[in-house]
């Protein structure tokens, strides 16, 4: 295995691990009850798939990083100002969150080879593209397709 397949692993390791923290602050803040099973739902998919990717991480003899990188950190910085605006603006950034993971296993699979691809490509991204249709699917209902709430409003 290259140095490059390994970084590529990490670097989706990376947006789980920011994906989990980011579904942590949601979850500590977000009050409906309806869309807590589907957001408690959407972390444990994170959850599953940083697992798998720390075990094959680990298989190349490597160290599956920790780092939650800028991405998480920023994520804790919208969730933050998500939460005043209330549970309609925690789902609307949790979907962007989730399209930006999507675009990251797209562009890592398009020069991704090796043994490990398969794992990605039928398993891990396919995950991931659920994940985010059932968010988008909570955050349509949630906002009856109205986005952006009117500035100052809990409710849109």
């Given at each position: 295995m290259t140095a490059k397949f390994i970084e590529d692993l990490n670097e989706l390791l990376k947006n789980e691990l920011s994906a989990i923290e980011t579904y942590n602050q949601a979850l500590s803040k977000y009050q409906d009850t309806l869309g807590l099973e589907v957001l408690t739902g959407c972390q444990a998919s994170h959850s599953d798939r940083a697992n798998k990717l720390r075990s094959a991480i680990a298989s190349l003899n490597a160290a599956p990083t920790d780092d939650i990188g800028l991405g998480g950190k920023f994520a804790k910085l919208v969730m933050d100002g998500a939460d005043k605006m209330g549970d309609k603006a925690i789902l609307v950034a949790l979907q962007a969150d989730e399209?930006?993971?999507?675009?990251?296993?797209?562009?890592?699979?398009?020069?991704?080879?090796?043994?490990?691809?398969?794992?990605?490509?039928?398993?891990?991204?396919?995950?991931?593209?659920?994940?985010?249709?059932?968010?988008?699917?909570?955050?349509?209902?949630?906002?009856?397709?109205?986005?952006?709430?009117?500035?100052?409003?809990?409710?849109?």
């Open positions: 399209g930006e993971w999507t675009a990251t296993y797209e562009w890592r699979l398009v020069a991704m080879h090796g043994d490990y691809r398969p794992l990605v490509k039928e398993d891990l991204f396919p995950q991931q593209q659920q994940t985010e249709e059932k968010l988008c699917e909570l955050a349509n209902t949630a906002t009856k397709g109205i986005w952006p709430a009117t500035p100052g409003t809990k409710d849109i």
